[in-house]
């Protein structure tokens, strides 16, 4: 059984730049969550996407978008980069169906410079 | 606003010393209450889910107990492998709402 693998693993931008991460859940799971972790803080929900769909939004603002493909891989895209997103950006997948409980990827380090 | 909040911030114990770690939350349609513990550097592990009051849960030396207001997770005779941030999440519909951690040191 394959876990949760998010790439990059590391990224750097300058403030004003577009970026995106990707996430491939793992086998069997049909729903993906993205989170912001700022340094000793806990996990921010960014939002969730069941089936291609978006199921859940946290308090980000439109720039922070995403998309989910029918292989249940999914994409965080950041537009206008500030510093305060700098961050390390975690992904979750879980099967659904009542089935909750959220596995995480290894995350990807975002500096913005 | 706080939906979850988690004490001690830091709990440092010595080996074999038994404690218990607090996750209070508030939200208006508990779906679950999820416990993981995150190892520096790495994404969060999955420890247990607890759905209803009076659920418990356990695996090794941890136990998780949930009433409706709060959630314990009990470490009997911890040992230093166990020292990582323990990190509590409830569901409220589908949003997720994180602590902010208790970061358990066990020294030998």
């Known amino acids: 059984e394959t876990g949760v693998t998010q790439s990059p693993t590391h990224l750097i931008k300058t403030r004003g730049q577009q970026v995106t991460l990707r996430c491939s859940s793992q086998s069997g799971h049909n729903t993906v969550s993205w989170y912001q972790q700022a340094l000793g803080q806990g996990p921010q929900f960014i939002f969730q996407y069941y089936r291609e769909e978006e199921n859940g939004r946290g308090n980000f603002p439109p720039r922070f978008s995403g998309l989910q493909f029918p292989n249940y891989s999914s994409e965080l895209n950041v537009n206008a980069l500030e510093l305060d997103d700098s961050a390390l950006y975690l992904c979750?997948?879980?099967?659904?169906?009542?089935?909750?409980?959220?596995?995480f990827g290894p995350g990807t380090r975002l500096t913005v410079l | 606003e706080d939906q979850v909040t988690q004490s001690p911030e830091a709990l440092r114990l010595q080996e074999g010393e038994s404690s218990s770690l607090n996750c209070s939350y508030t939200v208006s349609g508990l779906r679950g209450l999820f416990w993981y513990r995150q190892d520096p550097g790495k994404g969060p592990e999955f420890l247990f889910t607890l759905y209803s009051a009076g659920e418990e849960k356990e695996k090794e030396r941890l136990k998780a107990t949930l009433t409706k207001k709060e959630s314990f997770l009990h470490i009997t005779a911890p040992k230093p492998e166990d020292s990582a941030t323990y990190l509590c999440?409830?569901?409220?519909?589908?949003?997720?709402?994180f602590g902010s951690g208790t970061k358990l040191n066990v020294k030998p």
């Open positions: 999440a409830v569901q409220d519909f589908n949003k997720f709402y």
């Open positions: 979750a997948s879980s099967a659904g169906q009542g089935r909750d409980e959220q596995f």
